[in-house]
């Protein structure tokens, strides 16, 4: 069907969005909004060719969810989070999921894409684009023709269990190859074919691979030649000597202040949930 006109990148992020829905105790639809973006990120970040380069897209919108981020890097490990991580109490029927993330996130806001490296040295590349209607795939869609000026069909997908276990998650993205030929038609019709058929997630629940999805997709059982194949999972880059150094930076009497209301001083990274408890003697030593 595209006849080395395009490429394909499929993912699949169950692992990955298990671990971020316990550790952040998310609801089924902050879940289904972060796995959506942990999809994407990690397809965007499919073409890094380092681990030290990394891809974070951060969604701001004017919803009861205010922000979703997600990072992926050359390594294919991922993080992310959403603020709040959970919305399922402020909604008017609170048994009642909302069926779409611009619901919750709203149809309104900004998308921001970066495309960093962490060397101490490069300037990252920073994109930002209003939503085009607060779906997390159709936004990366947008910044995709857009900002890379590549024509793209994105579908991501998370599916859950009646009592909000993560059954299946993963992503497919479709981009025309520069130089070639592939009409936008061809790319219209496949993104409603993904939009209306694929249900990536529904498949990968079924235990589908990811030839069985491209030969749906493409409508043959033709070989693909396969470029790259990574494992993905969950990693944070916060360590507690980073925790450690920005509690420092406070002072000692705003770190006295802490452990007086608190009672104790502990940090938590916002990316991961991870936390760390620290003694007035150890920050106050250094």
């Given at each position: 069907?595209?006849?080395?006109?395009?490429?394909c990148?499929?993912?699949?992020?169950?692992?990955?969005?298990?671990?971020?829905?316990?550790?952040?105790?998310?609801?089924?639809?902050?879940t289904?909004?972060?796995?959506?973006?942990?999809?994407?990120?990690?397809?965007?970040?499919?073409?890094?060719?380092?681990?030290?380069?990394?891809?974070?897209?951060?969604?701001?919108?004017?919803?009861?969810?205010?922000?979703?981020?997600?990072?992926?890097?050359?390594?294919?490990?991922?993080?992310?989070?959403?603020?709040?991580?959970?919305?399922?109490?402020?909604?008017?029927?609170a048994?009642?999921?909302?069926?779409?993330?611009?619901?919750?996130?709203?149809?309104?806001?900004?998308l921001?894409?970066?495309?960093?490296?962490?060397?101490?040295?490069?300037?990252?590349?920073?994109?930002?684009?209003?939503?085009?209607?607060?779906?997390?795939?159709?936004?990366?869609?947008?910044?995709?023709?857009?900002?890379?000026?590549?024509?793209?069909?994105?579908?991501?997908?998370?599916?859950?269990?009646?009592?909000?276990?993560?059954?299946?998650s993963?992503?497919?993205?479709?981009?025309?190859?520069?130089?070639?030929?592939?009409?936008?038609?061809t790319?219209?019709?496949?993104?409603?074919?993904?939009?209306?058929?694929?249900?990536?997630?529904?498949?990968?629940?079924?235990?589908?691979?990811?030839?069985?999805?491209?030969?749906?997709?493409?409508?043959?059982?033709?070989?693909?030649?396969?470029?790259?194949?990574r494992?993905?999972?969950?990693?944070?880059?916060?360590?507690?000597?980073r925790?450690?150094?920005?509690?420092?930076?406070?002072?000692e009497?705003?770190?006295?202040?802490?452990?007086?209301?608190?009672?104790?001083?502990?940090?938590?990274?916002?990316?991961?949930?991870?936390?760390?408890?620290?003694?007035?003697?150890?920050?106050?030593?250094?």
């Amino acid at each position: 069907m595209f006849d080395y006109r395009a490429r394909c990148v499929v993912v699949s992020t169950k692992d990955i969005v298990t671990t971020l829905q316990q550790r952040h105790k998310l609801d089924p639809i902050t879940t289904i909004a972060l796995g959506r973006a942990i999809n994407c990120a990690a397809m965007l970040a499919s073409t890094l060719k380092s681990e030290v380069d990394y891809i974070s897209c951060t969604w701001r919108g004017k919803g009861l969810l205010e922000t979703v981020f997600a990072e992926c890097n050359g390594a294919g490990e991922c993080r992310g989070y959403t603020t709040p991580e959970s919305v399922a109490e402020d909604l008017e029927i609170a048994e009642l999921i909302p069926e779409k993330v611009s619901d919750v996130l709203g149809s309104e806001g900004t998308l921001t894409v970066i495309h960093g490296r962490r060397d101490g040295v490069s300037k990252p590349y920073t994109a930002i684009l209003e939503f085009m209607n607060g779906e997390i795939a159709s936004d990366i869609a947008h910044y995709l023709a857009e900002s890379e000026q590549i024509p793209s069909a994105v579908a991501a997908g998370v599916k859950l269990s009646p009592t909000g276990e993560v059954l299946s998650s993963g992503g497919v993205l479709v981009q025309k190859i520069a130089g070639t030929n592939l009409d936008e038609k061809t790319l219209k019709e496949l993104e409603v074919n993904m939009a209306e058929k694929l249900n990536i997630s529904d498949r990968l629940a079924k235990g589908e691979s990811v030839v069985d999805i491209l030969n749906f997709l493409t409508n043959d059982t033709e070989e693909h030649t396969l470029l790259l194949a990574r494992d993905l999972s969950f990693k944070c880059t916060c360590s507690r000597d980073r925790m450690s150094s920005a509690l420092v930076l406070l002072g000692e009497d705003q770190i006295k202040t802490i452990l007086d209301e608190f009672g104790k001083i502990e940090t938590r990274c916002p990316f991961c949930a991870h936390t760390e408890l620290f003694s007035l003697e150890e920050l106050t030593r250094q």
